[in-house]
Structures are given as structure tokens and as C-alpha cells.
């Protein structure tokens, strides 16, 4: 007996559940999937112990809203703190006289946010908006030891160190990033990483060279 042709009504609802099968099972026969991972791993040198680095990602595509919270870079004991502040570009920074003494912080005309806060006395507060990516050093025009850096970074997707080396950055969106750090006696490396959603990847920085740091985190 000669089979009976598929009514094309019914040929379409068969194409259309194959090509939602296709979707869940292969998602490269549709849209991308959505969703988000973790990068974790180690930047393997010794100045890691006594000198944080910041690890971040170059290129990830669109807009991300700024953390209302402000981080504070403050002075107390002829001291500031942190000795490396890791920010998304857009945050504000509170910047206390947590001392006893009068400070004049500023930082130099060619880092990425150049000012000059003049004379202030314990308790004064001041503050940046740090609108473009790169490193701003903090330095004091009255006490020469003190200094410390900012780290601009170009989106969330950024994270310090521990004293061992390893970091951890989460809630990545799946792709391929270019993903380096920065460190004040360190040359950077970069390297290429492919974030899948659900899933952890791992980086390792080692084979590293000393060298001066860059003010630039775009290069």
C-alpha cells in the first residue's frame, strides 16, 4: 500500500519540534545560550605574597551598572589602606583622614585620574569619581613613603588576589575573554579563556617577569 503524504500542516509541527529538540540537545543549531561561570586560578609568583595583584577581564561586551556602595582608600598612620584598591570604572571613592596628622594626596598628571586634594586635616573626607579605565597611584606630597594604587578596571569581572596567589571571579557571562592582571612589580601577561555557564575555569599565570607597572590596562 502506497503511504498516505504528510498534510504540510502536520510537516510543520514535526520540523518545529525537531528544531526545538535541536536547541536544548545543540545549542550552536540556535541562539546562544544565556548564562553565567566562574573563573578561578593563580597568579604564581613570590611578590604576590607581599604585594596584591588584581585580575581582570579585558573585552566582555555591554553595559554593567556601577556598585552603589563606595570602597574607601584612607590614610591612618602615615599609612594608606588599601595598598591596592580594585574598582569598576564609574565608582566613586571615599578618601578619609583617618589620622592624626594633615595630608595632600594626589596622584600624577599621567595616571588615569590625575588631582591634588591640598591641605587636609584629620577627619576630612574626600572624594573621586573615577571615570576612565587604567591605574591611579596615590601618593602624599608631605610624607614621600606613603603611596598605593587604584585599578580602574573596564567591568565587574575583576578580582585581587590572596597572599597565595589564587583569585576567583564569578557570575562571568559565557564566552571567550582575553583575561590578564595587573601588579606594581610584575610585567602582565594575558591570557585567552572561554567561560561556560555552570561550569568553573581554570587559569594559571606563571613563567612571570619582573618589571615596571603600567598605568595603562588597555594595552
Not at 509541527?13 to 561561570?37: H, K, M, R
Not at 554593567?64 to 556602595?69: G, T
Not at 612589580?185 to 561556560?196: I, Q, S, Y
Amino acid at each position: 500500500m502506497a503511504r498516505r503524504a504528510m498534510k504540510p500542516t502536520a510537516l510543520v509541527v514535526v520540523l518545529g519540534l525537531l528544531g526545538i529538540l535541536g536547541y536544548f540537545q545543540y545549542p550552536a543549531l540556535g541562539e546562544p545560550t544565556s548564562g553565567t561561570g566562574t573563573i578561578e586560578g593563580i597568579v604564581d609568583n613570590a611578590l604576590i605574597a607581599t604585594d596584591t595583584a588584581v585580575v581582570y577581564l579585558k573585552d566582555v561586551p555591554g553595559d554593567f551598572p556601577v556598585a552603589k556602595n563606595e570602597p574607601t582608600m584612607s590614610q591612618k598612620k602615615i599609612t594608606f589602606n588599601p595598598k591596592v584598591l580594585a574598582v569598576q570604572v564609574g565608582t566613586k571613592v571615599k578618601c578619609p583622614n583617618d589620622d592624626t596628622v594633615t595630608h595632600n594626596i594626589f596622584s600624577p598628571t599621567k595616571s588615569a585620574k590625575a588631582f591634588t586634594f591640598g591641605l587636609y586635616p584629620p577627619g576630612s573626607n574626600k572624594e573621586l569619581e573615577l571615570t576612565k579605565v587604567g591605574v591611579v597611584p596615590f601618593l602624599c606630597n608631605i610624607h614621600a613613603e606613603m603611596s598605593a594604587f587604584c585599578v580602574v578596571c573596564p567591568n565587574p569581572f575583576f578580582a585581587k588576589t590572596e597572599k597565595d596567589g589564587k583569585f576567583k571571579i564569578e557570575n562571568v557571562p559565557a564566552g571567550t575573554y582575553k583575561i590578564t592582571y595587573w601588579h606594581e612589580k610584575l610585567k602582565p601577561k594575558t591570557l585567552d579563556v572561554t567561560v561556560t555557564a555552570g561550569k568553573t575555569e581554570t587559569v594559571s599565570f606563571s613563567g612571570l617577569e619582573k618589571g615596571k607597572y603600567s598605568i595603562d590596562l588597555l594595552k
